[in-house]
């Protein structure tokens, strides 16, 4: 989940003879004199156990560096940190320890782990970009609080999702937010601004309500039937190029996974989102 407890193993060392010789025990006593209406005395024991045991976690996390938020690995990265900590608990001798430079290499290719510099949510309901810092910047500060959360500690970032929507970025008023990315112009309409929305001058725009045919001049526009059928966007900036990835590319075809159908038949051919200039 982007943590790391580099403590969790002190914590686990004072927690776990607690919960062998105290919480466990009573636990199955006080399981076993339910039936004779004895069981209050050993849940009594249990919960000073209980209590022992939240001490010693409210203990570790209160140490300084206590927790570490990390971004999200690349699959290379991941790949090469996974085969050296393999090498070394497998290979027996001094040998194993030829897993460090596998996992040194894992390191070393974290920061050529490519971030999105867009995020839409999956109903379109909040959207972040990477502003000039190289920081998330949210829309909203409490819509669909749960995906932005998500964004925040994938990207490395223990920042709330109402202090990642205070950072500079986005310039938001009726409905409309706009900011910019990589030196894409990014226009963001909300539900607020259906009905009545004007078109801004974007290279990008996204809505959470059907765009229709509105605003077609703005090169790439991505509206609430795009993510209906398409999932959560990332969008990654490169010059010129906008590479668009969605959850289902991601996903790819399951058997047990329901595909969003028409209504009816659209004379609209489905957009390639593999490459847009």
Partial sequence: FNRVAPYGLIGNLLAL??????????????????????EPSAFRVMEIGLKAVMAVSDWTAGLPGAQWVVPRQGVAQA??????LLFICLIAGRARWLGLPLIALGLSLAPLARQPDVLIERSAGNLAIRNEAGRLVLAHPRRSRFAAQRWLLADGDSAA?????????FTCASGLCTGMAKGKRIAYADKNAEGRLKCPEADILIAA?????????????IDRFDVWRHGAHALH??????RVETARQRRGRRPWVVEPQRRRRSTIESRDFSNVE
Avoid: K
Avoid at 79 to 84: F, H, I, N, R, V
Avoid at 237 to 242: A, E, K, L, P, S
């Fill in 237 to 242: 900036i490169d010059q010129n190029v906008i």
């Fill in 79 to 84: 790949l090469a940190m996974a085969s050296g």
């Fill in 17 to 38: 003879p607690v919960v062998s010789a105290i919480v466990m025990p009573m636990a199955l006593l006080g399981t076993l004199l339910m039936p004779l209406g004895l």
């Fill in 161 to 169: 999702p109402s202090a990642a929507a205070q950072r500079p970025g």
């Fill in 209 to 221: 309500f059907p765009l229709r045919g509105a605003c077609q001049t703005i090169p790439l526009r």
